[in-house]
């Protein structure tokens, strides 16, 4: 039986009482929390002061709610999935992406017309309100039942220069980058990644926990004079993945001889 006797918001001082029995070890990572009646007993509160209390360790990222399961401590475990950034050259002159053989399609692709904005525009190349061809797809890994967001982003000026990458619904990235290189352009990218708090259509497509971040990658395709052709958006539970990166030296540019 615990007492609170701490300054403070009484649901603030149970909080403080269970994240202490968290953080200890008591309550386990991934284990149910006791329940609503286990808790008042154990710090001798009303039913609002335990609400509030766990409803503040939610917001935290301690705790989180499965629907018709209850509240549970966050496993603190390592991530399900890990997805490899490299892209590489088959024998027969195509590219290949580690992940492709992870990640299935959940839904048909959707492929459709928009503008760029400020986020996309200057990644690409342009200006705001630009015409883009875009493509979103919703991936599963089977064996984690880990989701993602993919979309990728054409301007339309590169897709009339290139039909292929305008047909419907849109080819996924490695078939897009045979289609540019057979047009001629020699590729290379540059990617971003940061994390950030979902927006709501994406913490429900992803059926992310309360307090859960995202990893959010930006890949650039670029082609002949570093032209940006295409966008990727790659979206992914943070607590879900972890990105692996292959890494080469580039070489120094040479230096000019003083006369």
Same mark, same amino acid.
């Given at each position: 039986? +615990?007492?609170?006797?701490?300054?403070?918001?009484?649901?603030?001082?149970?909080?403080?009482?269970?994240?202490?029995?968290? *953080?200890?070890?008591?309550?386990?990572?991934?284990?149910?929390?006791?329940?609503?009646?286990?808790?008042?007993?154990?710090?001798?509160?009303? @039913? /609002? +002061?335990?609400?509030?209390?766990?409803?503040?360790?939610?917001?935290?990222?301690?705790?989180?709610?499965?629907?018709?399961?209850?509240?549970?401590?966050? %496993?603190?475990?390592?991530?399900?999935?890990?997805?490899? @950034?490299?892209?590489?050259?088959?024998?027969?002159?195509?590219?290949?992406?580690?992940?492709? %053989?992870?990640?299935?399609?959940?839904?048909?692709?959707?492929?459709?017309?928009?503008?760029? &904005?400020?986020?996309?525009? /200057?990644?690409?190349?342009?200006?705001?309100?630009?015409?883009?061809?875009?493509?979103?797809?919703?991936?599963?890994?089977?064996? %984690?039942?880990?989701?993602?967001?993919?979309?990728?982003?054409?301007?339309?000026?590169?897709?009339?220069?290139?039909?292929?990458?305008?047909?419907? /619904?849109?080819?996924? /990235?490695?078939?897009?980058?045979?289609? *540019?290189?057979?047009?001629?352009?020699?590729?290379?990218?540059?990617?971003?990644?940061?994390?950030?708090?979902? *927006?709501?259509?994406?913490? &429900?497509?992803?059926?992310?926990?309360?307090? +859960?971040?995202?990893?959010?990658?930006?890949?650039? &395709?670029?082609?002949?004079?570093? @032209?940006?052709?295409?966008?990727?958006?790659?979206?992914?539970?943070?607590?879900?993945?972890?990105?692996?990166?292959?890494?080469?030296?580039?070489?120094?540019?040479?230096? @000019?001889?003083?006369?």
């Amino acid at each position: 039986m +615990t007492e609170i006797q701490r300054p403070g918001a009484l649901y603030q001082q149970v909080a403080a009482a269970i994240r202490e029995a968290i *953080l200890s070890g008591e309550f386990e990572p991934g284990a149910p929390l006791p329940s609503e009646a286990q808790l008042i007993e154990r710090y001798k509160v009303s @039913r /609002p +002061t335990v609400r509030n209390a766990v409803a503040a360790l939610r917001a935290e990222g301690l705790i989180e709610v499965r629907h018709g399961k209850g509240s549970f401590v966050r %496993s603190d475990g390592q991530p399900a999935v890990t997805i490899e @950034r490299r892209i590489s050259h088959t024998r027969d002159g195509q590219f290949a992406l580690p992940d492709g %053989s992870v990640w299935e399609e959940a839904e048909e692709p959707t492929p459709y017309r928009a503008r760029s &904005t400020k986020a996309n525009g /200057p990644l690409l190349g342009l200006g705001v309100e630009e015409e883009l061809f875009v493509c979103d797809r919703l991936l599963t890994d089977p064996a %984690s039942g880990t989701r993602a967001m993919l979309r990728t982003v054409t301007p339309l000026a590169v897709a009339a220069d290139v039909p292929l990458l305008g047909e419907s /619904p849109g080819p996924p /990235p490695a078939a897009a980058y045979a289609i *540019l290189t057979q047009a001629g352009h020699k590729l290379w990218w540059s990617e971003t990644v940061r994390a950030r708090m979902p *927006l709501p259509d994406e913490r &429900t497509t992803l059926q992310l926990p309360d307090a +859960t971040p995202i990893l959010h990658l930006a890949r650039v &395709t670029h082609g002949t004079d570093d @032209r940006p052709l295409m966008l990727e958006e790659f979206r992914v539970g943070a607590d879900r993945a972890e990105l692996a990166y292959r890494i080469t030296a580039d070489k120094q540019p040479a230096r @000019r001889a003083r006369a």
